[in-house]
């Protein structure tokens, strides 16, 4: 893993063609989008994370940015430098947000989107495939974009089997 400053985060996405923070980005938002509840246990919030990362197959890489941790609790930001400075970043989380991962730190990225959700985070997560990008908005709810539709429909499938309410869809 290695921590990127907003501007680093923005040249990596531009380096793909992936539209920086969909949700912002109004007009600019790639494909088709979803909207879900998260779920609300420990073992659902990482078992739902695991399988969206599968969904896509293959890791390819990602960058997590991190937007907004509101509560800003002394154990969480305890854990997120632990694990930031086990990758040598020193830099507070505001100053350095971004998380790129490698094809080789798939369950890493994982556990960090798992947080992300635990704590009532809110993140980007952005393949480095450009398949699709989510924004897990704040522990409440998650949004899914991208370019393929029938990706889409997985997702929208995965959703229904974790019996998570569909709060905006726009694959149909």
């Known amino acids: 893993m290695k921590c990127l400053c907003p501007s680093e985060c923005s040249a990596w996405l531009h380096q793909r063609g992936i539209t920086e923070a969909p949700y912002e980005s109004a ?38 940015v991190f937007t907004d941790w509101p509560a800003y609790y002394p154990d969480e ?8 400075r086990a990758h040598g970043e020193t830099r507070p989380l505001i ?22 959700l635990g704590f009532q985070w809110s993140a980007y997560l952005y393949f480095a495939s450009g398949t699709i990008s989510v924004l897990f908005w704040e522990g409440d709810l998650v949004d899914v974009w991208g370019p393929d539709r029938n990706l889409l429909l997985d997702v929208r499938s995965l959703v229904r089997e974790f019996k998570l309410k569909i709060t905006s869809d726009s694959t149909d």
């Open 77 to 84: 930001m305890a854990i997120t430098n632990l694990l930031r």
């Open 27 to 64: 007009g600019q938002s790639p494909g088709h989008y979803l909207q879900f509840a998260t779920p609300r246990t420990p073992s659902q919030i990482s078992a739902l994370t695991r399988t969206l990362f599968e969904q896509i197959g293959a890791f390819p890489g990602a960058l997590i």
């Open 95 to 116: 100053d350095a947000p971004g998380h790129e991962f490698t094809e080789l730190e798939g369950p890493e990225a994982i556990g960090h989107c798992s947080l992300a």
